[in-house]
């Protein structure tokens, strides 16, 4: 009995995924490279590498000595973009972490509070919510004024709302659940049942989502420093590299170009990363 040819086949595909990574492996390398980059930058580069200034090494084209050549003002885009991603990735991560923090205190006080004080909580994040997250941030980071902290506040309070409302849903799901009536029941109290039972089984599904988020708060943050309301020159920042190599994109395109593709290519990698972490999630919720 001779066997099916489509038995070979099905093999042959099967080796060839196993010996070929996964994309989620791929980008969750690149990712752990940005972060060793944004670790060891100083040490590796120096810290004044990334802003001193040399004028007879201006707008030097990309080469063995500048592999992404230098600026105007004679500084290395290779180590303003490596130092760079110290503040596009911690911008991000900071705004993410504060809007989740914010957002489990806001999405608990309105699932726990009354009909009215839910209400008013909910009402407010979906007015919020209805503003673009980009004129939001405006918004906010003219009250708390430029800068890497204006700018991390400001990113921050605009992924709050979307968390809070994840959390509200998650916390009523609980509180409705048996374990809880029954720990109501047995008379535990009320701040050890939010501690131990509701809090808890609303962080997974909020913190997936905050996977999904980050790539959005990294190019929040950059859109924020190219306008001019975020990190400051001469602080080496993704989105304020773009906006000093704008002028000089037919003479010197490498200015603006390598930044640009760095914070696509995080952007693009934190983002897959967090929706295939969240399709996981999903599949394991399912099954």
Do not use: C
Not at 3 to 25: D, K
Not at 75 to 96: C, E, K, M, N, P
Not at 235 to 256: K, V, Y
């Amino acid at each position: 009995m001779t066997a099916s040819p489509a038995v070979p086949a099905a093999r042959t595909r099967q080796a060839r995924t196993t010996r070929r990574p996964p994309l989620s492996v791929l980008l969750a390398a690149l990712v752990l490279l940005l972060v060793l980059l944004s670790a060891l930058a100083p040490g590796v580069f120096g810290h004044g590498s990334a802003t001193d200034t040399d004028p007879l090494q201006a707008l030097r084209a990309p080469g063995s000595g500048h592999w992404f050549g230098t600026d105007e003002l004679g500084r290395d885009v290779f180590a303003r973009v490596v130092h760079g991603t110290r503040y596009s990735l911690a911008i991000g991560a900071a705004a993410t972490g504060a809007g989740v923090a914010l957002a489990v205190v806001w999405g608990l006080a309105a699932a726990l509070s009354g009909r009215f004080g839910d209400a008013l909580l909910m009402r407010t994040a979906d007015a919020l919510l209805a503003l673009p997250g980009l004129l939001l941030a405006l918004l906010v980071v003219l009250i708390t004024g430029k800068g890497v902290a204006g700018t991390t506040i400001a990113v921050a309070f605009g992924t709050a709302p979307g968390f809070a409302r994840v959390v509200r849903t998650q916390a009523l799901l609980v509180r409705r659940s048996g374990y809880v009536e029954a720990a109501v029941g047995l008379g535990v109290p009320r701040r050890l049942i939010v501690l131990r039972h509701v809090l808890p089984n609303t962080l997974g599904p909020l913190l997936v989502l905050a996977t999904v988020t980050l790539g959005a708060s990294i190019s929040t943050g950059a859109a924020l420093s190219y306008l001019g309301l975020g990190a400051q020159p001469p602080t080496p920042e993704w989105g304020a590299m773009l906006t000093e190599g704008q002028g000089f994109l037919q003479q010197a395109w490498w200015i603006a170009l390598f930044p640009g593709l760095l914070l696509v290519g995080t952007v693009l990698a934190v983002t897959v990363l967090g929706r295939y972490a969240q399709d996981r999630a999903e599949r394991r919720a399912a099954s």
